[in-house]
Every structure is written in C-alpha cells, then in structure tokens.
C-alpha cells in the first residue's frame, strides 16, 4: 500500500488544499482530498482488469468550492433534514439556516463539506480533523471531529468516524459520494442492481422531511429485500415517489453493529459493491436532476446517473423522539464506521 501526497491549490480564504492517493499493491486507488474530506476518485477494476473511476466530482478546488451537490464529502454538523431548521435540546430552543425549501440540510449554509480539513498520513490511512466552534452554524458547543479513510490490498474503503463535545448538541454525519459502477462517465444507473437489507423506511413529506412514520417495504416500489433494477420501480405510481420523481429515502436497517447493509451491482461492469455499517439508517438518493453541469473532465453529470448510498442517523430525528437519537454529549462521544467493499463478479 503506498499514500502519495499532492498540492491542491489554495482555497478562497488562503488555506493550502491536498489530495492524497492512497494505492494497493493490484494498481487500483482512491483519492481523498482536505477539502471538505471528500472522496475524489474511487478506481477499481471491472471484471475485464480495466481500472474505471466509479465516483462523480470534478477535477479542481475550484470547482469543488462552488460545489452544490456535496460530492464526495463528509457532511454536517447535522447531514440530511432538520424541520423548519428547528429544534430544542435541554429547554433551548436552536435556530438554523432554512437551505433546502422551508428546512435546514447537511449542516447549513457552510456546512463541514465547505471547509478545508487539517489534515495527515497516519500509518496506512489518512487522517482528517476540524473542530466546529460553539455557535457556528447555529449549532451549541465545541465539536471535534476525526474521519479517517483507509484503503485496502482487498479494494475495501473504510471511513471511521469519531466526533466529541463540549456541551450538548446534536450531531449526524455521513459521506455523499455519487457511485455509477460503469465509470463516472457513464450515463445510468437505472440497470444497476440494488439489495438493501431494510424491512421499512421512513415516510417523507412533499419536502423529503420524514413524518415520523415508520413504513413497510412489502409490496412496494421502496421493497430492496431482494436485487431488484434501480429504475425497475422509479416511476411507479406510489406517492412516496410522486414527491421528488425518485428515491430519496431513509431506509431502517435491519442489523444491528457493523453488518452488511446494501450491495450495489452493475451487470455492465460487472463492479460489486457491498455496504457495511454500524448505522441504523441508509439514505438512498438517486438525482432526477443533474448534479452538475461541469464534472470531470467538463462532463455533465445526467440525471439518474448516480447513486448515493448514504449511512446516517434517522433525518429530522430533533422532531422524532421515536427515531435513534442524535444528540451528543461530552460524556458519550461518537464512533461510527462505514465501509465500501468493491469486488467484481460475472
């Protein structure tokens, strides 16, 4: 395994940017960068031994700094929905800034994917941290945050996740990486095969906000229990997908510590991938609209040319006592840990 550091350039407000390759002994890597922690390149071989890049994002810091769709990057301080940007926690009421229709999302207005991350190579893996101040955003209390990625002989990509406070607050991250198992350059993944291991999601509004109601998968176009075609079901005529023409979802995991939770197949590439989380919750998100206009290599991504398999705590869990909590405090820090294992089959 060999980990190569490179200059990113500069960001907008003076601070120096890295990628760093982290390669197996077989030629496949991936590439992470400090700027918002973010995945950038994923290469893996396809059953033919080619080497494809299975993640959308773009070529420059540049880019990645006007970035809207979260390419890539590690998200919070709270990732996905909080209602009308919302919440109280120990009789305080907290207000946050309303980004995405009448709710608060991925954190904010500059959320943690808008900042550059200290960051270092740590034996086999990269090693990235922050600390969110108290008030930043919104939020209460000084957060700390590590995510490390490491890079397997085995092509498994691991991000663990370690966070700590100060004082009580409330805290849900995941990492937004867009997969297409053909290449990034390819145009679907409606034929991609799609397993997840829930037996119910959590309904959404007209927002994608979750309700709070709990749904069953069964006789469903939300049913995953068994492969089934991404775009088999996608314009069923099932209100659930009315709302956003596709799935943007949470689906309530059925194992319990670290367990496989999805796999993702292309029967083109022949590229597996299989999900493992300690999470309860997955979000899968399939763009109806282009992601980006300008990605790699000036590419407009498609819609419905990407999959986001997104391991997280419940949405909008601050108006749900019902979901697993998100609250964190200095007592119980967090550690969670997500793993993509690529393979190849067929």
């Known amino acids: 395994m060999s980990i190569t550091k490179h200059p990113f350039g500069t960001t907008s407000d003076g601070k120096a940017a890295y990628l760093y390759c982290m390669k197996n002994s077989e030629g496949a890597y991936i590439t992470v960068t400090s700027y918002g922690c973010r995945v950038v390149d994923i290469c893996v071989p396809d059953r033919k031994g080619q080497l494809r890049d299975v993640c959308l994002g773009y070529d420059t810091l540049e880019e990645y700094e006007k970035d809207t769709a979260s390419f890539g990057a590690v998200v919070g301080r709270h990732a996905n929905r909080i209602e009308k940007g919302v ?6 009421t907290y207000r946050l800034a ?37 008030g930043e955003e919104g939020y209460p209390g000084n957060l700390s945050m590590t995510v490390t990625y490491s890079w397997s002989e085995d092509n498994e990509l691991c ?19 867009y997969f297409n198992l053909n290449g990034e350059d390819s145009d679907t993944v409606l034929d991609h095969m799609l ?25 469903t176009p939300m049913d995953f229990t068994k492969a089934k075609p991404i775009g088999q079901d996608i314009r069923a005529d099932y209100y659930q997908l009315k709302y956003s023409g596709t ?19 292309s029967p083109e590439s022949g590229i597996r991938m299989t999900c493992f989380t300690d999470q309860p919750g997955l979000q899968l998100y399939v763009p109806a609209a282009s992601p980006a206009t300008h990605g790699k290599n000036g590419r407009c991504y498609p819609a419905f040319g990407s999959v986001c398999l997104e391991t997280q705590h419940f949405p909008n869990a601050t108006s749900h006592p019902e979901f697993p909590s998100v609250i964190l405090t200095p007592e119980e820090p967090f550690q969670s840990k997500t793993i993509y294992h690529f393979s190849v089959t067929g």
């Open 195 to 219: 397993l997840i291991k829930a037996d119910q999601f959590t309904e959404i509004d007209e927002y994608a906000l979750t309700t709070g109601k709990f749904l069953d998968v069964d006789s």
């Open 247 to 265: 799935y943007d979802h949470n689906f309530v995991l059925t194992g319990k510590g670290l367990t496989e939770a999805a796999v993702l197949y």
């Open 98 to 134: 309303v980004n995405n229709g009448p709710n608060h999302l991925h954190g904010g207005l500059r959320g943690f994917h808008h900042y550059n991350w200290d960051s270092q190579i740590s034996g086999n893996t990269v090693r990235f941290t922050r600390i969110s101040p108290d």
């Open 159 to 177: 991000i663990s996740y370690q966070a700590s406070t100060d004082k009580d607050t409330v805290f849900n991250t995941t990492n937004h990486t």
């Open 87 to 92: 919440f109280t926690l120990n009789d305080i």
